[in-house]
Every structure is written in structure tokens, then in C-alpha cells.
């Protein structure tokens, strides 16, 4: 059974950090390309970031390019998700995954519909 855990959300200013943090059991996440999305009230679940399993390589929305860092740590099953100079519309669930048959492909899968393996997500609130 595969579990992944996100933490590191709250309220912060527009302009503001956060990191969050996804760490994974019951399977290595090296084996995997890892991906973050969210979701904002009455929105569909969007593509946020995507590292390759061991880090080389990463892929952003066009919406956070150059403020959101994607970043992981294999010897702790860890995924994390740097977010600066965050907006007002950052403000969503945020959830870690992993693609469907845990696959390694690259570029990686940017639609939900793709992956089968979620957190149960972290709120994510930018005050302007």
C-alpha cells in the first residue's frame, strides 16, 4: 500500500513562502517521476511541477515558472515543493503524486487524469 503525505501548508502573505513537503511509503519514490498539482474551490485539478526520479530533471506550469521550485531527497522518500513570490491566486489544495504504473516517463504527464497515486492534499492560502 502506497501512501503519500503532504504537509507544509498554511496562510501566508501574497509575496510570501512556503515549502511543502510530500513523503512517501510503502513504495521508493525514486522509482517514480513525482508530480505536485492543485486545485482551487469550483477549479478541475491542474499540473503544477514534475521531477524525474533522481532529480535531474524538472517541469513546471507556466503559471510558476521561476517561483516554484521542485526538489526531492530519495534517501528520505521525500518530494518537496518550494513556493516564492507567491499571488493570491496560488491559494489551492495542494497535492503530491505519482503516475499511473509509476512511470518514469519524460516530459512527465501533466494531466490528473494520469496519475493514481495522491496525499490527501494541504491548503495552500495567499492573502493579498
Known amino acids: 500500500q502506497v501512501q503519500l503525505v503532504e504537509s507544509g501548508g498554511g496562510l501566508v502573505q501574497a509575496g510570501g513562502s512556503l515549502r511543502l513537503s510530500c513523503v512517501v511509503s510503502?513504495?521508493?519514490?525514486?522509482?517514480?517521476?513525482m508530480g505536485w498539482f492543485r486545485q482551487a474551490p469550483g477549479k478541475e485539478r491542474v499540473f503544477v511541477a514534475a521531477?524525474?526520479?533522481?532529480?535531474?530533471?524538472?517541469y513546471y506550469a507556466d503559471s510558476v515558472k521561476g517561483r516554484f521550485t521542485i526538489s526531492r531527497d530519495n534517501a528520505k522518500n521525500t518530494v518537496y515543493l518550494q513556493m516564492n513570490s507567491l499571488k493570491p491566486e496560488d491559494t489551492a489544495v495542494y497535492y503530491c503524486?505519482?503516475?499511473?504504473?509509476?512511470?518514469?516517463?519524460?516530459?512527465?504527464?501533466?494531466?490528473?487524469?494520469?496519475?493514481?497515486?495522491w496525499g490527501q492534499g494541504t491548503q495552500v492560502t495567499v492573502s493579498s
Open positions: 503524486a505519482a503516475p499511473r504504473g509509476f512511470s518514469k516517463s519524460w516530459p512527465p504527464p501533466r494531466g490528473a487524469y494520469e496519475y493514481d497515486q
Open positions: 521531477i524525474t526520479r533522481i532529480g535531474i530533471s524538472t
Open positions: 510503502g513504495r521508493t519514490s525514486s522509482d517514480s517521476v
